[in-house]
């Protein structure tokens, strides 16, 4: 049977996609899509990905609600943070870590729901 293997793209509505685009390079390392079928596109290091539907009314008037969250695996939850902040973006840290990571919520310069994700490492869940 056929299946889908990852995620081969991330497309949004920006009102400025040039200047969000340059945001994301800057704090977050994902590259610009190449102008050109040579180029390569941002490569994600391996690892897992969630897709998982979340209650809300799409389309509704609560940005939270009628919009999408972008996850993102990181590997240093309060490096990104503190350089993030430095850079003036206020970002809220989940002051809880649970069995798989460590979690931060933020958003883009036009409003986009993000959350930073550190996954947990054999024996960095609570109690173990």
Same mark, same amino acid.
């Given at each position: 049977?056929? $299946?889908? +293997? @990852?995620?081969?793209?991330?497309?949004?509505? !920006? %009102?400025?996609?040039?200047?969000? #685009?340059?945001?994301?390079? +800057?704090?977050?390392?994902?590259?610009?899509?190449?102008? =050109?079928?040579?180029? &390569?596109?941002?490569?994600?290091?391996? @690892? =897992?990905?969630?897709? #998982?539907?979340?209650?809300?009314?799409? @389309?509704?008037? /609560? &940005?939270?609600?009628? $919009?999408?969250?972008?996850?993102?695996?990181? =590997?240093?939850?309060?490096?990104?943070?503190?350089?993030? %902040?430095? !850079?003036?973006?206020?970002?809220?840290? /989940?002051? *809880?870590?649970?069995?798989?990571?460590?979690? #931060? $919520?933020? !958003? /883009? &310069? *036009?409003?986009?729901?993000? *959350?930073?994700?550190?996954?947990?490492? &054999?024996? /960095?869940?609570?109690?173990?």
């Amino acid at each position: 049977m056929a $299946r889908v +293997t @990852g995620i081969g793209g991330f497309f949004f509505p !920006a %009102r400025d996609p040039e200047l969000l #685009a340059r945001w994301y390079t +800057t704090h977050f390392g994902i590259d610009p899509v190449p102008g =050109d079928y040579v180029t &390569p596109p941002w490569r994600q290091e391996a @690892g =897992d990905t969630v897709f #998982a539907p979340f209650k809300g009314e799409p @389309g509704g008037s /609560d &940005p939270v609600e009628s $919009r999408w969250i972008l996850n993102l695996r990181v =590997d240093d939850l309060d490096g990104m943070v503190a350089a993030l %902040r430095a !850079a003036g973006t206020i970002v809220e840290v /989940d002051p *809880e870590t649970y069995p798989n990571g460590r979690f #931060a $919520r933020l !958003a /883009d &310069p *036009e409003g986009n729901q993000l *959350e930073l994700w550190q996954p947990a490492m &054999p024996g /960095d869940a609570p109690g173990s």
